[in-house]
């Protein structure tokens, strides 16, 4: 059968049975808040500023996961404008965002993060994070990944004005 002939049915199939999604996130440094990334508090002089505890890394893999379902992003599951959101437990958040991408039949497969920031080094804590995460997403801790890069000195993140954190997260399940 010739290519034409086949596309449009399976090729454009919106319940694959394996897809991805992409998450970014930033925050402020701000003086006198807690650090805290991927569900871990990270010893430092600043912390990030933001609604909620301000865990980039959690925010992004949450509209990682969220994304790849299809299912919306952090914003509109947990809007600025509710009090109750005010100061919530990201490692909440995300679990909330597993919890519903399950009731739609999926369950994640990995997770990547980077996260670019000139300080604090994340290193030292990668593991813990990289533990923690796993344990939130029902995973291994094989199947997440957490990577830190610096911005080479360059713009806002070179100035250490905050941090950026992207995440993909694959999702599997739906396959008939
Ligand atoms: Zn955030």
Redesign the pocket.
């Known amino acids: 059968m010739p290519r034409e002939a086949r596309s449009g049915s399976s090729e454009k199939r919106p319940d694959a049975a394996y897809r991805v999604g992409i998450g970014y996130?930033s925050?402020r440094f701000a003086a006198g808040r807690p650090l805290v990334l991927g569900g871990i508090r990270i010893e430092s002089e600043v912390g990030l500023a933001?609604h909620s505890d301000?865990d980039?890394v959690c925010?992004a893999i949450t509209d990682a996961v969220l994304g790849a379902a299809g299912l919306g992003d952090i914003g509109e599951m947990f809007p600025d404008s509710d009090p109750a959101n005010k100061d919530r437990d990201s490692v909440g958040m995300l679990e909330a965002a597993v919890r519903r991408v399950a009731a739609a039949g999926y369950s994640v497969g990995n997770v990547d993060v980077s996260v670019i920031a000139e300080a604090p080094r994340l290193g030292p804590h990668r593991d813990r994070m990289k533990a923690r995460l796993a344990d939130v997403l029902g995973v291994d801790a094989g199947a997440v990944s957490v990577k830190g890069k610096t911005n080479e000195g360059m713009g806002w993140i070179g100035r250490k004005e905050g941090l950026a954190c992207i995440a993909v997260a694959t999702l599997f399940g739906k396959s008939e």
């Open positions: 996130d925050h933001g301000a980039a925010h």
